[in-house]
């Protein structure tokens, strides 16, 4: 990988961490639940764009650039575990097994619906 194609991959990981937050804080925001709505959002969405790259068979340094750098920062795995140990740590194991199940699941079909899209291009 070329020099210029880190600087792209570290570009555009820093301009997509700022999404993830923005997008995280608007959703939990706007539902005000107890349940990680935020994370959940950013997950799904990075989980369908994940999926229409390789559907749509991108590939060598563009799909590093693309998928590492810019989904690979979106999503967050940490954050996602962290929220389950935290619902499980307050007693709340309806929130805890909902949010791993839901998230799994989801998730999913997530990167198959993407996948089936990313074909079509």
Do not use: Q
């Amino acid at each position: 990988m070329t020099a210029l194609a880190w600087v792209a991959v570290g570009a555009l990981g820093g301009a997509m961490a700022i999404a993830r937050f923005l997008v995280d804080s608007s959703v939990a925001t706007r539902l005000d639940a107890d349940f990680p709505f935020g994370t959940l959002a950013v997950n799904l969405s990075g989980a369908a764009v994940l999926g229409a790259l390789a559907g749509a068979a991108l590939s060598g340094t563009a799909y590093t650039i693309v998928a590492g750098g810019g989904v690979g920062t979106y999503t967050t795995f940490s954050t996602w575990m962290l929220e389950s140990h935290r619902a499980g740590e307050d007693g709340d194991a309806r929130i805890l097994w909902l949010n791993l199940a839901v998230s799994l699941v989801a998730g999913l079909v997530a990167v198959a619906l993407g996948h089936w899209l990313g074909g079509l291009l």
